[in-house]
């Protein structure tokens, strides 16, 4: 057993859903599911700079650039930003944001980006209760945020929240993890399958990419070519690219 594991329990929010105790239950167990990452050191994972992880990061870079530098002269809102990762790709793709919001519910990653990404602005809280007005992101940014929701009925509330404030005509461009994860219960696949469930009308352009993890750290994909010979395999890419656009 993971030591995530007691944390994949359902708390049946389901049958509860108006519930204020609810909704703080689920935060505080994403809380602690973050705190296990750090204290096991599986976060460390993360930061793995073996070839293939760096040619996987790329491919994502390259990726996020093409979805996200068209909007640079508008708002872009990070959901689940974490340590501000995406902001500084954009910013060394030389298309910041005219304006970037990065939400999370962890103090200390919001710390990490505040040093990171001085230009920001930083809103602590929860992804289903964002403190911004209708309609008034260009575009936004769901990064590995959807399979950390540990809750079907909180991720269709996070899913709505987003879609407020996102003004008609907006995308937002979700990537994310596709298949469960054997070392990790508390991972909650995206497929696009989940995404059309979440945002019911909404346009969906996806792809998968990036080697499967154990894969892309092991010799086997240490070169361009073999990352790519391996990539050519569908079942072999573990994440979903998808960019959404808000009917509008
Ligand atoms: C796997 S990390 C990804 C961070 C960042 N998007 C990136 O790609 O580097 C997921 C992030 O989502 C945040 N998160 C999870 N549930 C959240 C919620 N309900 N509201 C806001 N942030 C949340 C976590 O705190 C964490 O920082």
Known sequence: MSPFDEH???LKASQDPDSER?????????RAIYAGYASSGYAERWLDRSAGSVIGLREREKWLREALCPIADGTLLDVGCGSGALAIILARAGCSPARYIGVDILESSLAEAREAVPQGEFL????DRIQLADEVVDAAAALTLLSSVPDDWFRGRVAAEIGRVLRPGGRLVVYDLRYPSPRNRAVRPVTRRVLAGLFPGWAIE???M??????????????PRRYRALTALPFLRSHL???LTKPG
């Open 8 to 10: 994949a329990t359902s």
């Open 241 to 243: 690219g998808a960019v």
């Open 22 to 30: 609810t909704r703080s239950a689920i935060i505080e167990r994403t």
């Open 124 to 127: 602590l809280g929860s992804a």
């Open 210 to 223: 990036t080697l499967l993890p154990p894969l892309m750290r092991s010799p086997l994909a240490a070169s």
């Open 206 to 208: 996806s792809k998968t």
